[in-house]
């Protein structure tokens, strides 16, 4: 198994273009389900989660294509992908396919929309906690589903003629399920309407698109997702958005070694939680007009606390990667994970590195210092991982960063993008 090993304590200088969205990227792949026209994704990541969703559209039926780069276009631009789901042959989601990642459960959505059926295995994922599905049934039931769970997968079928519209009230705020149930009710007949809605940029980037395809979708951006249901939805050419959790990362990892970093094509307001926290901690960030500029003020970091929260709240898949900037403050902080229960196995990673971490229920007490030391440590999953990367980056002396097929997930070309900034980063084979 591939491994990172750094040497820490450079800073961090240059420009680091930020890649199109992971949680974007996969529900908008999913959205090609809803037509039998083509979807033309750009500023697709080349990331395994990517690749793996294609494996699983492939098998339904999917034609995909990634297009040739573009005159005036630099290679660190992300795929241009047509998804093409002319005949959907298969309407089964395999768990050999769906085990390895959360979102290709999203597939449930189109399938019973579009085919009227669907039987799609319990979905995997990063470990974080027991992610349940429940939000999903239920919601796809008040679509008049019909839902099964055998040996292992979710049958559902759609009443004769099709999802009918329903007002479904979340009892918790859920992306997955909001993505799902948003795309299935574009083709259900009659009104939908979904409270207690994911308001994540993602999901705009998705409801956009799905309006570019021909739906019907007031709110978009709001709690409230209204949709009216049309007879089928055509082809469209969409934007993935830049990555807000890639851009929050590097402007931690900045923070922590210091240097001034220019995340080019960043968007500041899809995580101004988070920034905002972090301009607290000391590091100046200055909107600029082709993205984000982050430099640490010189003067040590202050212990800032946080609590993670739905959007717009302070992003739960930016949470290790603040823990790590913690440990290095002047102070004791404070971190409450409220959107999953699990979601802490960074912590005694983390200790290796010398870091005092205590954890109590959702609570975290980080009492910062101000030097790390390199350890041999292991990913265990993708924004834990890379917690891990920006630690070592700030440590004294080397850091090997063991099981990192994580980190290949949700970020491109992660080694390549550090060290163009100073960072002594490689990739072990192995
Ligand atoms: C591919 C993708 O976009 N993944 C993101 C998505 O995951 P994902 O869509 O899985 O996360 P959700 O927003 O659904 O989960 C939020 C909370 O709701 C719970 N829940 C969810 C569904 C359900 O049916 N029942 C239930 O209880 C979950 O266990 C969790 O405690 O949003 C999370 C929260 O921002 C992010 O950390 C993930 O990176
Ligand atoms: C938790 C994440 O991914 P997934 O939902 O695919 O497990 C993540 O992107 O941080």
Known sequence: MDRIRLIGGNELNGDITISGAKNAALPLMIASLLTDEPLVLQNVPRLADVKQLERILENHGVDIAVHGRR????????????????????????YELVSKMRASFWVIGPLLARCHEARVSLPGGCAIGTRPVDLFLIGLKELGAEIDIDDGYVVAKAPKGGLVGAHIKFPK?????????????????????LENAAQEPEITNVA????????KISGIGTRTLTIEGVDR?????????PDRIETGTFAMAAAMTGGNVLLKGARPEHLQSALDILGRTGVNLTVEANGLRVQRNGQGITAVDAETDP???????????????????????????????????????????GADISVDGQLATIRGKSQLRGAQVMATDLRASVSLVIAGLAAKGETVVNRIYHLDRGFERLEEK?????AEIERLAG
Not at 178 to 188: E, F
Not at 320 to 346: D, P, W
């Open 71 to 94: 005159r005036g276009e630099d290679e660190g631009v992300g795929q241009r992908m047509t998804f093409h789901a002319a005949d959907i042959v298969d309407t089964t989601a395999p």
């Open 208 to 215: 956009e698109c799905l309006v570019a395809m021909g739906a």
């Open 311 to 353: 959007f717009p709240g302070f992003p739960t898949d930016l949470q290790a990667q603040f823990m790590a900037l913690m440990t290095m403050s002047s102070g004791t902080s404070h971190i409450r994970e409220t959107i999953f229960e699990n979601r802490y196995m960074h912590v005694a990673e983390l200790a290796r590195f």
């Open 418 to 422: 550090l060290s163009a900034c100073g």
């Open 233 to 241: 939805l055509h082809g469209a050419t969409v934007d993935v958005i």
């Open 173 to 193: 705020v859920s992306v997955g399920a909001t993505h799902t149930l948003l795309m299935a009710a574009t083709l259900a007949r009659g009104t939908t309407i």
